[in-house]
């Protein structure tokens, strides 16, 4: 079974920072592309920073540049560094795997900034 636990949201003023992590178990770590993503306004999940390749991760223009996608295999961990953020930032933030062609998602962590 599928599990990804993020971690790492808070309340955080505009220009500052944070890290999330996002704890993978249930599946082959190594087949799958890791990534995160947002709620859209249509309240559809949308990925805005992903693997599509080892080592080549692919971001939305509204976060080139500000915020960075990692990966520990060894520790079966997708971290995301976010700086700069501002409050259109704000929202629930998804761990996001795609495994054999199938989307999963964890269950979300809060992000908010304030102005």
């Known amino acids: 079974q599928v599990q990804l636990l993020e971690s790492g949201g808070g309340l955080v003023q505009a220009g500052g920072s944070l890290r999330l992590s996002c704890a993978a178990s249930g599946f082959v770590f190594s087949h799958a592309y890791m990534g995160w993503g947002r709620q859209t306004p249509g309240n559809q999940r949308a990925t805005f920073a992903r693997f599509i390749a080892p080592l080549r991760p692919l971001y939305a223009d509204s976060v080139e540049g500000r915020f960075a996608i990692s990966i520990d295999n060894a520790r079966r961990m997708v971290y995301l560094q976010m700086n700069n953020l501002q409050p259109d930032d704000t929202g629930v933030y998804y761990c996001?795997?795609?495994?054999?062609?199938?989307?999963?998602w964890g269950q979300g962590t809060q992000v908010t900034v304030s102005s």
């Open positions: 996001y795997a795609k495994l054999r062609g199938a989307d999963y």
